[in-house]
């Protein structure tokens, strides 16, 4: 931790310990699945064991009959009630609107992928409802049709179909910016040079550690539902499940996410089995519960990446960037997850500029059907794609031109001078300084002695090499008036209220939702520095729409650039409260009354308030201007930032290859990161050391393999590889390049996604550079998971 | 997994009594069983435990050779003294939760073609003693899954007669860390054993042209290059045939350079 952090103690930038892990490391969390309800029944979910078939006949006779057996649900049962929407609305290059399926809550007519929920059993134990679910499946009769899994022939057939009124499987066939096309074709045709690359992003399953579960209550005496969830975004789950599946109004509904244990983007989504589990509760006036086994949570979260790009740079002799242009294919999966048509496009395409001064780029996604897992956002979404692609073809190229890559990226790299600055795919940085990270990683990494590491690796048989990774991402997801122009049905501003209540204590109710990243200690230091009163006198209340006000949930590096902002905004109105309260009690003009370190002064006296006895007298209004003031000191603001934010940094990956088996070791990763102002940089460091963590796993070891039956192959820890504490290194991090963010008050970007974000290419880009530092100058590129069969077989091919 | 009973006799003579039941099925230590359950994969009425069997606890060394009883818990083989070679393998198979509770004799009475054990004991030509007789390495594996051992028969101790030089070289499988590939490489006298596991159809087996090159040349550089054929060995995710057969020779010379 860079040394100006470590001093401080308290308050915004201190490196505060965690409130939550307390609870958390003591087993005294309150996850979903903890809760345990008076008369609660047990849902077990029918999944399909095929990729995609006609379900003839469900025979619910002897299932029913079985010992324990509450109810039966099957797709008939919610044939007529509401679709899982999709958030966003994609048009083709034609003008077309995206092709979308109907997500029913229980599959209807047809399974569509391995794990597809078609029935579901009600039963009084979970070992009698799965009993019964087994019959169930038993006696089910589905005709089973060719699997549709390989994205560019299931584009290329016209007759066999995920959806039977989808045609070719193409949900769409998106161009960005479509009237760029044409300027793009022509620098590629007199370019000095061009690369081009052809690349998988491939498909990972999340893995949450605590599976998704779900409870449903129904209480007949109001009609009121609640729903208890393990849940990202509890509002946007109440709203999906009462506008869109259930129709039940949206003020009889309360969702929680109590305590949840990891999202990455797969429990930001409303998911069948919620509805399920409310239908239930009031079908039979009893609690409802459900809980994913693991092996649930492979066949049926919404997987993250699955891209199959070609990717071209064209570009002079001496690097500089001419033009970027991509076609890529983006597997959706079976059905549309809700923000499944956003990820390959708006959050992807608009960062195919990097952070680079290139003037021409065109982005061609399209987007297929498949009889797999419905794929989503994942950490990162759709931004790690983009910089995969960029940082890969930028290596290749000054590979094949002879160029240093650190000098051709200095050379490519946007300048302070020129922002605010817009990029040729429509996005506008506020601010950033690319050079800064980029001598900072340098220096971290000590380049300079490379050359001495390399030859001691090499004098044990090993080859060594440095991958260079500089990114940038568009994150504090939010922007209503642009995500509206790019098609989101929902705006994406959030909301906070602070309540000082009577005794000068404060609970802050806000819209994000923590689910591991910490908020109730950072938003409580972010609090106690602009109120002036101890962290430990507030609370962080979120994830209870029966508490919080409506706000849009965790996801996008969001919650301090959206939430926290508008926590401070309603702070804000407290002071400027409390300032009127003082003035009447200090019989001062309120234009007089200062408030600094938690006291009302009068300025240039000696008369002042402190926090807590404004609060007593604003709850207990004896002296107090009544004609004037509500009493009470409650603030609620909403806030909807002006842009996105974008983090930037540079990362450097040192890696040692062993010929002989193909094996990756890393041996050292320096991130220099550029998130603004940091507020805490111990969770800050955090984040930044599981992003890169995830970033590892997908470059070395996570391979989510269907097979051409659409069977998935890696559906357990026995063969998808998760990354563990011995594969990767002592991470470097360093955060002390600061451009805050410009257009919000507290000067945060976001700091969750990143390493997510900027780690894969670097150390893929290591792995080649070892390989060709090694001799081995044939191979251009090895696929991700750059498993130790591929890097061997690479070598050997 | 399915409702079961559970019992757990304190005698080999009351085990093999309660596995003659309907259904029974020995349970030692359960790191492959248990999971099979929890999957509906297997469904034993009766499960006998034989880790409370105190005659089956146990490692000791005498006359050059290590007893292992056959419900020892990898762990305590990793911290016995008297055959390191052994004992780090033990240390390395899974993890600190796999190797407390999984024995060796539930190690070899499943025979999983990725297990370490079965690469020591043929390697070694230990002897497996069972309630009934003792079986020779070389006659005990039987193919992926298969071994000499009948129904009702129980492993009771392992004999492995202590190497001059050995090693345990393990190149993981990246999801399982079971063995992609694992070589035993035990050396008595003039004469050289190398087993593999993880890598052939057939389970666990001997590499004999790399026991040549090592009986001629106890060296690293004696199998390196050595080409092994890839016919009948494993095709998986991880691995293809000729990966695997590299990894056997790679190895054995790593296993040879750490005996």
């Known amino acids: 931790m860079p040394k100006d952090f470590e001093a401080k103690t308290t308050g915004i930038g201190a490196p505060m310990k965690r409130r939550e892990d307390i609870r958390f490391l003591t087993g005294r969390g309150v996850y979903t699945d903890d809760i345990k309800l008076a008369g609660q029944t047990y849902a077990v979910i029918v999944r399909s064991q095929v990729a995609h078939g006609r379900i003839k006949a469900i025979r619910t006779e002897a299932a029913a009959a079985m010992e324990g057996v509450l109810a039966i649900f099957t797709g008939e049962d919610f044939k007529d009630v509401g679709g899982n929407p999709a958030g966003w609305l994609i048009k083709s290059r034609n003008g077309e609107p995206m092709r979308e399926p109907k997500r029913p809550v229980l599959a209807h007519g047809k399974v569509r992928h391995v794990g597809d929920a078609y029935a579901a059993v009600i039963a009084e134990t979970y070992e009698q409802g799965r009993a019964a679910a087994q019959q169930l499946a038993d006696d089910t009769d589905i005709e089973e049709l060719p699997a549709i899994i390989d994205m560019k022939a299931a584009a290329a057939d016209a007759t066999n179909r995920v959806h039977d009124e989808i045609p070719d499987n193409l949900c769409y066939d998106w161009g960005w910016i479509e009237d760029n096309r044409a300027a793009v074709e022509e620098v590629f045709a007199r370019a000095p040079h061009v690369t081009t690359l052809e690349l998988v992003n491939n498909r990972l399953i999340p893995n949450a550690m605590e599976p998704r579960a779900s409870i449903g209550e129904y209480f007949p005496g109001t009609g009121d539902y609640k729903l208890t969830t393990t849940s990202q975004n509890p509002h946007l789950t109440r709203l999906l499940v009462a506008a869109f599946v259930l129709g039940i109004p949206e003020n009889k509904l309360t969702v929680v996410a109590p305590d949840v244990g990891g999202g990455f983007g797969s429990k930001i989504y409303h998911y069948g089995e919620e509805a399920l589990v409310l239908a239930a509760a009031k079908r039979l006036g009893r609690p409802v519960r459900w809980t994913a086994e693991r092996s649930e949570s492979f066949l049926s979260d919404a997987h993250g990446r699955d891209h199959v790009t070609k990717i071209e740079l064209a570009c002079e002799k001496d690097g500089t960037f001419l033009a970027f242009r991509t076609e890529t294919f983006a597997n959706v999966g079976a059905y549309l997850s809700n923000f499944a048509t956003v990820t390959p496009t708006f959050l992807h395409g608009t960062l195919m500029a990097g952070p680079y001064k290139v003037p021409h780029v065109y982005v061609n996604v399209k987007t297929v059907f498949t009889n797999t897992a419905p794929v989503d956002a994942y950490r990162g979404a759709g931004r790690p794609e983009a910089t995969f692609s960029l940082e890969r073809v930028v290596d290749q190229m000054c590979r094949e031109l002879g160029l240093d890559a650190f000098e051709v990226r200095r050379k490519n790299f946007l300048t302070p001078d020129m922002f605010p600055y817009t990029t040729p795919v429509g996005l506008v940085y506020d601010t950033g300084n690319y050079q800064a990270t980029l001598d900072k990683v340098i220096e971290m990494a000590d380049v300079a002695g490379f050359e001495s590491r390399r030859a001691a690796s090499a004098a044990k048989g090993l080859l060594r090499g440095l991958g260079l990774s500089t990114w940038i991402e568009a994150c504090g997801i939010a922007p209503s008036h642009l995500v509206g122009i790019l098609g989101a049905r929902v705006g994406l501003y959030d909301a906070a209220t602070v309540r000082v209540n009577a005794t000068g204590n404060i609970s802050i109710m806000v819209g994000a939702h923590s689910h591991g990243q910490g908020h109730e200690t950072v938003f409580a230091q972010v609090a106690a520095d602009r109120l002036g009163v101890p962290e430990s006198s507030i609370e962080i209340v979120h994830g209870d729409t029966s508490k919080i006000p409506f706000g849009m949930g965790s996801y996008g590096s969001r919650s301090l650039a959206v939430c926290g902002v508008a926590m401070t905004k309603a702070i804000d109105k407290i002071i400027a409260k409390g300032k009127k309260i003082a003035a009447h009690m200090l019989e001062a003009s309120e234009a007089d009354i200062t408030f600094e370190a938690g006291k009302f002064a009068v300025a240039g006296t000696d008369k002042a308030k402190t926090f807590g006895e404004i609060a007593f007298s604003a709850y207990v209004p004896h002296n107090y201007p009544l004609e004037t003031l509500e009493p009470g000191l409650e603030e609620t603001a909403f806030y909807d930032p002006a842009n996105f934010t974008y983090p930037a940094g540079a990362y450097l990956c040192e890696a040692e290859v062993d010929p002989e088996t193909g094996k990756v070791t890393i041996e050292a990763f320096h991130c220099a990161d550029d998130f603004g102002n940091v507020m805490n940089p111990m969770i800050v460091e955090g984040q930044v050391h599981g992003g890169v963590g995830q970033g590892i796993g997908q470059a070395l070891l996570e391979s989510t393999t269907y097979d051409e039956t659409g069977q998935l192959l890696t559906g357990s820890y026995m063969d998808y590889a998760m990354p563990r504490a011995s594969d990767v290194p002592f991470y470097n991090v360093d955060y002390s390049c600061q451009t805050p963010c410009t257009h919000n008050p507290l000067g945060v970007k976001g700091c969750g996604e990143a390493g997510a974000i900027g780690s894969p290419p670097a150390v893929v880009n290591a792995v080649i550079d070892a390989l060709h530092r090694g001799g081995h100058t044939h191979i251009k590129h090895i696929d991700m998971p750059v498993s130790p069969q591929r890097v061997w077989a690479a070598i050997n091919g | ?259």
């Open chain 2, 1 to 259: 997994m399915q409702n079961f009973d559970f019992v757990k006799p304190a005698s080999v003579a009351e085990a093999v009594a309660a596995l003659g039941t309907s259904g029974a099925q020995a349970l030692s230590g359960g790191q492959t069983l248990i999971g099979s359950m929890k999957q509906n994969l297997a469904a034993p009425a009766v499960l006998v435990s034989l880790t409370g069997i105190a005659a089956l606890k146990g490692v000791s060394v005498s006359g050059g050779v290590m007893s292992i009883g056959a419900a020892t818990p990898h762990a305590e083989v990793a911290k016995a003294s008297g055959f390191p070679g052994l004992s780090s393998l033990a240390g390395g198979i899974g993890d600190p939760a796999v190797r407390a509770r999984g024995t060796i004799g539930g190690s070899l009475a499943n025979n999983d073609p990725a297990a370490c054990y079965p690469s020591a004991v043929l390697a070694c030509g230990a002897t497996v003693v069972t309630n009934r007789r003792e079986i020779a390495a070389d006659d005990y594996f039987q193919g992926m899954f298969t071994t000499a051992l009948e129904d009702g028969e129980i492993i009771t101790a392992v004999r492995f007669p202590i190497p001059e030089r050995a090693a345990y070289a393990k190149f993981e499988q990246p999801a399982s860390r079971f063995s992609l590939t694992g070589v035993f490489v035990a050396k008595y006298g003039a004469k050289v054993r190398v087993a593999v596991t993880g890598a052939s159809n057939d389970g666990v087996f001997r590499w004999t042209d790399g026991e040549d090159a090592l009986q001629a040349s106890y060296d690293p550089a004696a199998v390196k290059g050595l080409k092994v054929s890839p016919d009948g060995l494993i095709a998986d995710l991880h691995g293809t045939p000729a990966y695997r057969a590299n990894l056997v020779a790679v190895m054995t010379a790593r296993a040879v350079a750490a005996s």
